[in-house]
């Protein structure tokens, strides 16, 4: 019997969830050089917005899983929206650097709920239609990421904008555009089963394979974390160019994590997620170890190209594992290890950044990714060996 999950109409609304909440990221990490030459903010201070934005993520997480088991995902992810929205407002209308740094906690407390409900859906869907699909709708995050990142560039050359001016007319249209999709998504997601976890009225325990993959998610996290909210500062530093130049290494991150999110599902089913995951490490690496050795702007972006090719392959997978040994509450604490890199990792390398300079500190996350190439050995081959 066909469930409502294994239809088209619940594949089209997960999409549509991953494309929005990489569409207000990628807004959100494209217009931070603009951001700090608005409100004429150093390096530091920004580190402190992404901590308090992460400390909020990891917040919602944890609350946000546990309710998406309980009370379903859906829910969960119509309530996470809004707020990711209204933190997108009133980042982008902030006057004062203390009003920024709600608006990145809103986006924060928004985004962790929505990312962790959505994900959930994501693998019930999977598990529905019975074939490889987060890859894809990783790469959908990505698509949204892309042009979020790529409307910083596009504003800027239509109404001729410069440093921080294109702040509030960027998070207002992008959060717009959320609105719009929000409106769509009220109807068409689906209702997701709610996951128990009990047997014989006693609470499991959360699987030791958590804790390995929550660890793998660490690294990845922080290697994500750092393209998505550095790339563009480092580009702009470092090639010495302006912070609309700047921000296409954001733009080739997204993209080529967008190109290869799009085939994931086709290697996970040839190759396996292990070495799937193996090869994206390796890859990333390389990518992390180009971008601290070179300042050359068309060599920096293709250093940014290699690391989102690298990490693009990483997360669909791990958190397709976790979704399916343990539904929500796994990933809840799997997305929590990766998104506690991905957006208090950030603030750590802000400071590094402040120490050691912005190139040198990109040779953390390419040490990192080396990890995560012997962590990817704890991973099953195929899905078939997860329920051996």
């Known amino acids: 019997m066909t469930t409502p999950l294994a239809g088209r109409t619940a594949a089209t609304a997960v999409t549509l969830l991953f494309v929005v909440n990489g569409l207000l990221l990628g807004g959100y990490g494209g217009a931070l050089p603009s951001l700090r030459a608005k409100l004429d903010i150093e390096a530091g201070e920004i580190a402190v917005?992404?901590?308090?934005?992460?400390?909020?993520?990891?917040?919602?997480?944890q609350i946000g899983g546990r309710l998406a088991d309980s009370l379903g995902a859906r829910r969960v992810t119509l309530v996470g929206l809004p707020v990711l929205i209204a933190g997108a407002v009133v980042l982008g209308i902030a006057p004062t650097y203390?009003?920024?740094v709600v608006g990145a906690m809103l986006i924060g407390f928004g985004n962790g709920a929505l990312d962790v409900a959505m994900n959930a859906i994501g693998v019930q869907v999977e598990a529905a239609r019975g074939r490889a699909i987060m890859s894809y709708f990783h790469a959908m995050w990505s698509v949204g990421n892309f042009l979020g990142a790529g409307t910083v560039l596009l504003l800027a050359t239509a109404l001729g904008l410069t440093g921080g001016e294109i702040v509030m007319p960027l998070m207002l249209v992008l959060a717009g555009l959320a609105v719009c999709a929000l409106v769509?998504?009220?109807r068409i997601t689906p209702h997701a089963a709610v996951v128990e976890h009990k047997v014989d009225g006693v609470r499991t325990a959360i699987p030791r394979a958590a804790w390995l993959l929550g660890i793998m998610a660490l690294g990845f996290g922080?290697?994500?974390?750092?393209?998505v909210d550095w790339s563009s500062l480092q580009v702009t530093d470092v090639a010495q160019v302006d912070t609309e130049t700047g921000s296409l290494g954001l733009v080739a991150v997204s993209g080529s994590m967008v190109l290869i999110r799009l085939v994931g599902d086709r290697l996970v089913t040839r190759f396996g997620r292990r070495a799937v995951v193996r090869f994206g490490g390796t890859t990333a690496a390389v990518g992390y170890l180009t971008v601290t050795l070179v300042d050359a702007l068309p060599l920096l972006l293709?250093?940014?190209a290699l690391v989102g090719f690298g990490v693009g392959m990483i997360a669909p997978q791990v958190y397709a594992v976790a979704g399916h040994i343990g539904g929500g509450r796994v990933l809840a604490v799997v997305v929590t290890f990766g998104y506690a890199a991905f957006l208090i990792g950030p603030a750590l390398i802000g400071f590094l950044v402040t120490q050691m300079g912005i190139q040198r500190a990109m040779a953390v996350p390419a040490v990192l990714c080396v990890a995560i190439v012997a962590l990817a050995a704890t991973m099953p081959r195929q899905d078939a060996d997860l329920h051996r």
Not at 49 to 60: K, N, P, Q, Y
Not at 222 to 227: I, M, N, R
Request: aromatic share 8%.
């Open 184 to 186: 769509v998504l009220v």
């Open 98 to 100: 203390a009003v920024a």
């Open 302 to 304: 293709l250093g940014w």
């Open 222 to 227: 922080l290697s994500e974390g750092t393209a």
């Open 49 to 61: 917005a992404l901590f308090c934005a992460g400390a909020a993520a990891i917040t919602s997480m």
